[in-house]
């Protein structure tokens, strides 16, 4: 069980697989945080991030400082495009960079931010920090082969994302719509993780997207029951047989 909180929709990037724009675009407040932290009480794997930069929120070090304080582990995912500080590196137990390839012109055209700004970062903390840094790249069909060369030689382990084939992601691209293998999802049936939005609606999972369209887990779980999916389950690789990540 982990929990997850977006404290910040607000991004510095335009990546086309990420359904960020179609998000309004804010910070948690702290009275929120702070709220989500008290019924928070048994210390987890916290990711502090969710379809946002988490570097660009104005308190992030205090929140994390913050949770901390609480016992909580805490992991992150950034896009690299911003300096770490020895703080940072401190107060982190897992730091994930995103990178899909090492290619400065493909990762322009799809929205990424530098790559080279990205790898800076990166290896400032991974000489300071090497066993907190983690590689997460996003599979649409690139070549992967640089990447995966570059995470062996660095010894950095490389979690790679299947591209969503879920709905509410799918607002710049599409996937062929594939059958559903299941209608049983471990994330409303064994409680894998808790996930708070920037506006502090709690779900089930961070696969939801949209606040307003978050149904309660004993509702999906029932429609699941009747072979019926919810929208806010609509082709979600739980229920497709694609799961998401892979080494
Ligand atoms: C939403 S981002 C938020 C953190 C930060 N902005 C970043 O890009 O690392 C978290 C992770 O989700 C991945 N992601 C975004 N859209 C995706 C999609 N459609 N399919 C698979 N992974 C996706 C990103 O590449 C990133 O590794
Ligand atoms: S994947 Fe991350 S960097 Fe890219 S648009 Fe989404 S939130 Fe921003
Ligand atoms: S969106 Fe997917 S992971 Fe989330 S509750 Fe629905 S089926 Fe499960």
Redesign the pocket.
Known sequence: MFTQIEIT?V?????F?????TLEHKHMAWECFERIMQSEKSPTMLLI?????PLLHPFFLEMVAHAKSKGHRISI???G?MTLSSTHMVLLDQIGF?LDTLDEALAKRS???SPAQTLKHLLACHSLTPKKIKLYA?NYGQDLEPLKTFAKEQNIPLVIQRIQPKKSYQAHYTTEPLPYTTYQCPYVENEKMRYYFVDGTKAACCFMIDSTKVLHSKVIQHALSQKSVPSCCTQCGELTGIKRLYM
Not at 11 to 15: F, L, S
């Open positions: 929709t991004c510095n990037a335009k990546c697989y990420c359904p960020n724009d991030q969710g379809t946002g930069e995912i950034t896009n495009s995103s929205g990424r931010t996003v």
